[in-house]
């Protein structure tokens, strides 16, 4: 009879064994499914920056176009996916001084549209006289660098862009910026001073399939064809409060202007007192329909939320978690692509 009792308590104990791992599991798989992300510790939802940052980075290099430059074919145009033409002349390209021969690795990327400039953080923001951050509209921004053998070579005359304006939009003042990132991690724009008084080498004319604007530049990096929004009616300075654990190193707070075309600012500063985004500059226009959004990373896609607004004074909005939806970087593209 001892050895029966004995022999129930041991299946007792086993058959408890697996009720409480069977628990446990089930508990952490809703944790790790749970839509609303309310739990903590191993399925905190929140992304490190450094996941934050990989999936930006993944977003540049799908788009990164590699091109290879024979010096002995002399001046040599390439054409990109979305047919802008690129010149570039070898005789412009020198290593540590010396001519250079052989193969070129040229490395080029496009960013036309508000989508785009969102998953690579490739934002329209263009520095003030005063140095305060302003709303551009964009005819494209552009990066180029040119390298042989893993080494980075020098440019030393102008290369020549044609970029066809269908791809944006036919404007006759756009301007040459020159992108800079800056402490924060931000891409700022500042103005290409042209000592002639021309439009910083840029012009519109009519190329062998339409219109195109012509730019021609003089350094490797980040070129942006450009001019500041135009408004003169009066501007405020506007808050966003993001979700608790979210912060400036793994999220953004984005605003795209209605019906300006392929354009989008950013909320550039984070408070981490209150938990909140801002357009500290106060260059916001007052009465502008727009949609403010926030994005951010979740195990690989992206997690965001868009909001349509009309700017008024010194205005907070708020992203609750339950407002997120997740989604790829080709979905978030799309909902950004198709607002006004």
Known sequence: MKKVNLLNRKVNAILQFVFFASTVATLFISCENNDDNDCTGDCDPRPTATEFAAIREDALLEMTQNFQ?????????????NGVEIDINPACLSLNGNPVTGLVDIKYIEVFDGGNMLVTDKTTMGVL???????????????????????????????????????????????LWNGQIDADGNLEWR??????????????????????????????????????????????????????????????????????????????????????????????PIGL???????????????????????????????????????????LVAAINALP
Request: aromatic share 12%.
């Open 69 to 81: 430059l024979d010096v002995t074919n002399g001046t040599t145009t390439f054409t990109s996916n």
């Open 129 to 175: 006289p005063t140095g305060d951050l302003a709303m551009l509209i964009s005819g494209g921004e552009f990066y180029i660098n040119a390298t042989q053998n893993g080494q980075q070579l020098n440019l030393n005359c102008s290369m020549n862009l044609r970029i066809p304006t269908h791809l944006t939009a036919e404007e006759n003042d756009m301007i």
């Open 191 to 284: 103005e290409e001073n042209d000592p002639t008084g021309a439009q910083g080498g840029v012009f519109m004319e009519q190329a062998a399939n339409g219109t195109a604007y012509y730019a021609f530049f003089n350094n490797f990096g980040w070129t942006n064809v450009d001019k500041f929004y135009n408004y003169t009616g009066p501007k405020t300075q506007i808050l966003a409060t993001v979700p608790s654990g979210y912060n400036f190193e793994n999220s953004a707070v984005y605003l795209h202007y209605d019906g300006e075309g392929n354009a989008l600012a950013k909320l550039d500063t984070y408070d981490a007192t209150t938990g909140q985004f801002s357009e500290h500059y106060g260059q916001i």
């Open 289 to 331: 329909a727009c949609h403010i959004i926030f994005a951010t990373e979740d195990n690989g896609q992206w997690r965001y939320a868009i909001k349509s607004v009309t700017i008024t004074a010194n205005s907070i909005y708020n992203f609750t978690q339950g407002e997120t939806v997740v989604g790829s970087e080709a979905q």
